[in-house]
């Protein structure tokens, strides 16, 4: 099986772009964050048309998580227990944000996640997004306890950059969201918990990176993060026989900002 994760950053506007992606790339299944869509503007039809099955959530055009596969989908689960809501407005009761979908896939328990992204250092939606790690955590190693011989992936965009070398320059970082202490303590939580970043092994840093801003010409000038992970238990781990970063797919015209990360699996 071939397992991909990606931040589109609007399937809108690359539905084209990820279909040529799967068929060159030969994907089985696919974690989509940042669709930036409803439901109803999912534009399934294309990868039904591929022979994929859809599973998605999506309520406006922020946020949004996507799992499409050609293996199967069972069980979908649209958030995780005691996942946190957001209020953007005060005095307006927080509501579930479309930032995880559960489905299992030829065997494979996949989570498309798209973990909030803390904004500043003193921003409420930090302690938000401590506080969704927090939960997925807690949460994730209960998976783990009830059905350790089930290979799950926990994928996405996270929002962090756990390790020095998973940014260019850390002297530009140092007041930032991504690497402050309390972020890559909550990565590495989960980590301990009992899912391993099942990618870095074979694309070991330093340089190697999944995300660049679109301004300040950051691409060309190689000045990225690496932010998007496939965390998996042990059964998902002893299954992994190579990954690496798509990062072609950050060229060209109409690139998302950030580029496919791809796991290959035996039987």
Known sequence: MRLATWNVNSIRTRADRVAAFLERQDVDVLALQETKCRDDQFPEMVFSAMGYEVAHVGHSQWNGVAVLS???IEDVEVGFPGMPSWSSKEGQDPTPEARALG???????VWSLY????????DPHLQYK???LEALRTTAAGWLAERPDLPT?????????????????????AHSTHVSPPERAAFRAIVDAGYADVVRP?????????????????FP??????????LGNSAFEKRVTGARIDREER??????????????LSE
């Not at 489905?103 to 328990?109: F, L, N």
């Not at 074979?202 to 950051?218: C, E, I, K």
């Not at 000038?221 to 496939?230: A, K, T």
């Open 103 to 109: 489905a299992t896939c030829g065997g494979v328990r």
């Open 130 to 132: 401590l506080e969704w």
């Open 221 to 230: 000038r190689r000045e990225g993060m690496r932010i998007d992970f496939v």
């Open 202 to 218: 074979y694309a070991p840093g330093p340089g190697v990176y999944t995300y660049w801003d679109y301004t300040q010409l950051r």
């Open 153 to 173: 992936a926990l994928v996405g965009d996270w929002n962090i950059a756990p390790e020095n070398d998973d940014v260019w320059d850390m002297a530009v970082f």
């Open 251 to 264: 060229k060209g015209k109409g690139a998302s900002d950030h580029a496919p990360v791809i796991v290959d």
């Open 70 to 72: 050609r293996v199967g």
């Open 115 to 122: 973990v909030p992204n803390g904004r500043t250092l003193a």
